[in-house]
């Protein structure tokens, strides 16, 4: 269970399409969050998503996918040099991946949201 919340609601995907979820949230223009996770499955491999008037405004996975440096790269806003210097740094202490390539002047904060909203697509995928 979620940090011992007890859910609203509780179910299966079989019987309920995913999609079929995301419509009735939007449609509702729901806030919360909804947690996924596989039967049987280690500790730690929920899902979070974080709806904030029936859109997905954030997404936890409980396996690492699209981080955001490589999704910044992917979008050609920051070089291989530029990646690789910000993850060596990023061991330091802990500062935002984002923050501190906007503190440092590398992006901007436009190009930083855009990036944001293309990894939450791609965790969301």
């Known amino acids: 269970m979620y940090s011992g919340l007890t859910p609203t609601a509780a179910g299966s995907l079989e019987k309920t399409p995913f999609v079929h979820l995301l419509v009735y949230v939007a449609d509702h223009m729901l806030s919360g969050s909804m947690v996924l996770a596989e039967p049987n499955r280690a500790q730690g491999q929920e899902h979070t998503i974080y709806f904030f008037q029936g859109s997905a405004s954030k997404v936890r996975t409980g396996e690492p996918i699209a981080h955001l440096g490589r999704v910044l790269f992917e979008l050609g806003f ?12 990023l061991g330091d202490g802990g500062e935002l991946h984002g923050e501190a390539l906007v503190r440092q ?21």
Not at 78 to 89: D, V
Not at 105 to 125: E, F, P, T, V
Request: net charge positive; hydrophobic share 50%.
């Open 78 to 89: 920051i070089n291989e040099s530029e990646l690789n210097t910000s993850l060596m740094a």
């Open 105 to 125: 002047g590398i992006i901007d904060r436009s190009k930083l949201m855009r990036a944001l909203a293309a990894q939450l697509n791609r965790k969301m995928a």
